[in-house]
C-alpha cells in the first residue's frame, strides 16, 4: 500500500454520491459503511471506474448518484461507450450495518442489505458478474481502487464500542 501511495499517480477521495470513470492512473480512496461502491476495470481499454452509493432505488427521473441503481447503470454506460465490455471485470463492497439497532429483526433488511440487494440485481439485469465481493457485516471498509490495473484493496475499521 505505502508504493501506491509513493507512486506518482493522482490520489482521489471518492464522497458518497460520486462516481469515476477514467483512463488516467489514479489511487481512489473512499470508506463505506452501509453504502456500496463497485469497482469496473477493462485492462483492453486501460478505463477503471468506481462509485460510492448511499440508497438503492432512485424513484425519480433525476440523475443522482446517490443511488445504486442510478450509478450503477450509468458506469456501465460509460464503460460501453468506450467499447469496455468485453473484458470487464466487476468487484462489490460495503453494505455493513454499522449502527446498533439493537436485536436484529430478520424479516426487516437493513440500509446495507438493501443496497448489497440492489446493487446485485442491477448487475445481474446488465449482464455482469461480480468477481469479487466484500459485502455485509457489522464493520465499515476503506477502500482503495487503482484505476491503473484494477486492484482493490480494502481494509476494514474498527467496529464500534457501546459506552453504556
Known amino acids: 500500500m505505502k508504493n501506491l501511495y509513493a507512486s506518482n499517480m493522482r490520489n482521489i477521495y471518492l464522497k458518497p454520491g460520486e462516481v ?18 463497485v469497482t469496473m476495470f477493462s485492462a483492453s481499454r486501460g478505463l477503471g471506474a468506481i462509485c460510492h452509493a448511499m440508497l438503492p432505488v432512485n424513484c425519480s427521473q433525476e440523475t443522482d448518484f446517490r443511488y445504486v441503481d442510478t450509478a ?36 426487516k433488511q437493513t440500509v446495507g442489505d438493501q443496497n448489497i440487494a440492489q446493487a446485485e440485481a442491477v448487475l445481474a439485469s446488465l449482464g455482469l458478474a461480480v468477481s469479487v465481493c466484500d459485502t455485509g457485516g ?9 484505476t491503473q490495473n ?8 474498527r467496529a464500534q464500542t457501546s459506552n453504556q
Request: positive net charge.
Open 20 to 37: 469515476l470513470v477514467t483512463g488516467t492512473p489514479a489511487l481512489v480512496s473512499t470508506i463505506l459503511g452501509s453504502c456500496v461502491a
Open 72 to 107: 450503477l447503470r450509468y458506469l456501465h454506460a460509460k464503460m460501453m461507450e468506450h467499447d469496455g465490455g468485453n473484458d470487464l471485470v466487476v468487484k462489490l463492497f460495503g453494505g455493513a450495518q454499522v449502527l446498533d439497532t439493537g436485536e436484529p429483526a430478520p424479516e
Open 138 to 146: 457489522y464493520r465499515g471498509r476503506k477502500l482503495f481502487f487503482c
Open 150 to 157: 484494477g486492484d482493490v484493496y480494502l481494509r476494514r475499521m
